[in-house]
């Protein structure tokens, strides 16, 4: 049974930091690709950043610079370091991996709100 469990949401100021995690079980973590996506009230689910197998990493334009994504294979958990917080980066983040198109699994999601 695949389990994607996040953790690491919460309520952060304008201009804080957070770091998510994503402990993985049930699939062999180093063959998977791990993305970070959130969805943010009345918005669809929109994708944030992601790693390769091999450490490559992506992100969406609005993040890129604020947020960092990163995996440990010996712990079978993906982060999302995210800095510089902003009101518009409040949704509720899920990641997700996958190996083939055809083969993704999602995590419960975790509630980030930027708010003073």
């Known amino acids: 049974q695949v389990q994607l469990v996040e953790s690491g949401g919460g309520l952060v100021q304008p201009g804080g930091s957070l770091r998510l995690s994503c402990a993985a079980s049930g699939i062999i973590f180093r063959l998977y690709a791990m993305d970070w996506y959130r969805q943010a009230p009345g918005k669809q689910r929109e994708l944030v950043a992601s790693i390769t197998t091999d450490g490559t990493t992506t992100y969406e334009d609005s993040v890129k610079g604020r947020f960092t994504i990163s995996r440990d294979n010996a712990k079978n958990t993906a982060y999302l370091q995210m800095t510089m917080l902003k009101p518009e980066d409040t949704a509720v983040y899920y990641c997700?991996?996958?190996?083939?198109?055809?083969?993704?699994?999602w995590g419960q999601g975790t509630q980030v709100t930027v708010s003073s």
């Open positions: 997700s991996a996958s190996r083939v198109s055809w083969e993704r699994y």
